[in-house]
């Protein structure tokens, strides 16, 4: 595999590197042998001795550079000759991969997590040292993302939440469903927070209605956390809760869906390229075409995802379903009948 190194430039970021610059003075005096020891060194670099003593274990023992210390002359010095400060070396598919991990966190934005996980991508990135033919401007403009109908986050709401459910705080709210006139108040035991589809939700167990509910966080205000303490169940796991749903619509339900759906072979291919659910199986077709079938709890997500499809999708199976999709194809004919 091909291997690179990378260096950043001075003008890489506006952000400051602390431990890395340190190192690198330090460097710089025992490359030109001064002799530097940890207190002319702390007082040079503004840090505690203890500090400098960290970061001369770290180059003696973590980087290998043949650092010792000279009772003589009181300070450190290069026991041999040190042409130049180690490389990080990483593999070119390994420098993408962080790319992309860090193009990822576009879902953070906005939120408490923004920050810490900037900051920890900055960290990985200040410590690789040599620019060569890759840059981060090459990955810009070789490789992006792209989400439509992500929400506005609103970071002060997030973080009152997230402090919630870290902390295990019951916590009230107004909440609006969609459709409601006005803001309805709720008292829940907040259990996760998860972002599907670029939009985030809080999953929290309803006081007054006695289960867990989802709330979209766009569609809540005003926030107070009290001070009584609850105990998330052992036994609470998001993947279980979300397991019957396409989305995040988790309406309690005593019966499973086996979805049955034909895709023509305009609309195959694209289907295949991606898993849509855990329960999901494909039959290929004669005509080019593919059976998609998979067991749900509800029908509510699954029904607006086969519609957008439009006529490249027919529901075989659940006759419930067939006949939900029907009557919205009926309903918009009519409310479109003018532009025939």
């Not at 026991?79 to 860090?102: C, H, R």
């Not at 985030?200 to 001070?227: C, G, H, Q």
């Not at 593919?290 to 509800?298: D, F, K, Q, R, V």
Request: aromatic fraction near 12%.
């Amino acid at each position: 595999m091909k291997r690179i190194q990378l260096t950043l430039s001075p003008r890489a970021g506006l952000y400051s590197r602390p431990p890395l610059e340190r190192m690198m003075r330090m460097h710089q005096r025992l490359k030109a042998g001064r002799y530097p020891n940890c207190r002319k060194l702390a007082d040079e670099l503004e840090v505690s001795a203890k500090t400098v003593q960290r970061d001369i274990d770290f180059m003696r023992y973590r980087l290998g550079l043949p650092i010792e210390y000279d009772q003589l002359h009181f300070g450190f010095y290069y026991t041999e000759p040190v042409a130049s400060f180690p490389n990080v070396e990483i593999s070119e598919g390994e420098l993408v991969a962080l790319y992309i991990g860090q193009k990822a966190l576009a879902q953070y934005k906005g939120t408490s997590f923004e920050a810490p996980l900037s900051t920890a991508f900055r960290k990985i990135s200040d410590g690789l040292r040599d620019t060569i033919s890759m840059t981060w401007s090459d990955l810009d403009s070789a490789i992006s993302f792209r989400s439509t109908g992500r929400a506005v986050a609103d970071v002060q709401l997030f973080e009152e939440l997230s402090h919630a459910v870290f902390k295990q705080l019951e916590v009230r709210f107004g909440y609006k469903k969609p459709g409601a006139a006005r803001y309805e108040e709720r008292y829940v035991q907040p259990y996760h927070l998860g972002c599907v589809e670029n939009l985030w939700y809080l999953f929290a167990f309803d006081m007054d209605r006695r289960e867990l509910r989802t709330f979209a966080l766009p569609r809540i205000r005003n926030v107070r956390a009290s001070k009584t303490r609850f105990r998330r169940p052992a036994d609470f796991s998001i993947g279980r809760f979300l397991e019957q749903s396409f989305g995040v619509f988790t309406k309690p339900a005593k019966t499973k869906h086996l979805i049955r759906v034909v895709f023509d072979a305009f609309a195959a291919a694209r289907v295949e390229e991606r898993a849509w659910h855990p329960s999901q199986k494909i039959k290929q077709l004669q005509d080019g075409g593919i059976e998609l079938s998979l067991t749900l709890g509800n029908l509510e997500d699954i029904e607006r995802w086969i519609l957008s499809w439009g006529n490249h999708a027919r529901v075989i199976a659940p006759p419930e379903l067939k006949q939900r999709i029907a009557k919205t194809v009926s309903e918009l004919a009519n409310a479109y009948g003018d532009a025939a």
